[in-house]
């Protein structure tokens, strides 16, 4: 069965960086489209960022585009988050997801970055 | 493209029908799709291209609506359904998706 796994998130100060792997498995990880998508706490859910197949074509959501990196190693079954500058309003669970061309039926059970001094 | 969700709340009994609505800020086509999410889970794919149940979803939730207003009904609560509910839309795919804000589903 598909199975994502989120990992690396932890309380970090504001400026600095973190970086979040996703293990994917059960499913061919080079075929598939990948996303991150996060949630403040008691916030709703907000879509950050996209990475085709072969790591060529990647998007950004506005509030994160120049700090944060998307990328992948196929070899590995893995997806990455490199996030630098973090600020306060960072702060949420990111979950790595299966991009079905915009439906998420996959996803992780997510990992909480915390931004505070 | 902002997506509304109303209500905020519905409280609702066990065996009733839940309509919830979700109006977007622009035409997304029938790119929309519903989730679920229960406290400390990740969210589950309902329904997609705004009335397509996903693999494994009960037949008591249908999803309605184009261009910029959408529905999704639970056609008779089960206690598991009380949880909050997400719509978002794709058209824009794979840049500029968003969600949103949510309805809770809670028990009366």
């Known amino acids: 069965q598909v199975l994502l796994v989120e990992s690396g998130g932890g309380l970090v100060k504001p400026g600095g960086s973190l970086r979040l792997s996703c293990a994917a498995s059960?499913?061919?990880?080079?075929?598939?489209?990948m996303s991150w998508i996060r949630q403040a706490p008691g916030k709703g859910l907000e879509w950050v960022s996209f990475i085709d197949r072969s790591d060529a074509t990647v998007y950004y959501a506005d509030s994160v585009k120049g700090r944060f990196t998307i990328s992948r190693d196929n070899a590995k079954n893995s997806l990455y988050l490199q996030m630098n500058n973090l600020r306060a309003e960072d702060t949420a669970v990111y979950y790595c997801a299966r991009d079905g061309g915009g439906n998420y039926a996959y996803w992780g059970q997510g990992t909480l970055v915390t931004v505070s001094s | 493209i902002v997506l509304t969700q109303s209500p905020g709340t519905l409280s609702l009994s066990p065996g009733e029908r839940a309509t919830l609505s979700c109006r977007a800020s622009?035409?997304?086509?029938?790119?929309l799709a519903w989730y679920q999410q229960k406290p400390g889970q990740a969210p589950r794919l309902l329904i997609y291209?705004?009335?397509n149940r996903a693999t494994g979803i009960p037949a008591r939730f249908s999803g309605s609506g184009s261009e910029t207003d959408f529905t999704l009904t639970i056609s008779s609560l089960e206690p598991e359904d009380f949880a909050v509910y997400y719509c978002q839309q794709r058209i824009s795919w794979p840049r500029e998706l968003t969600f949103g804000g949510g309805t809770k589903v809670e028990i009366k």
């Open positions: 059960g499913f061919t990880f080079s075929d598939s489209y």
């Open positions: 291209d705004a009335s």
């Open positions: 622009e035409s997304v086509s029938s790119y």
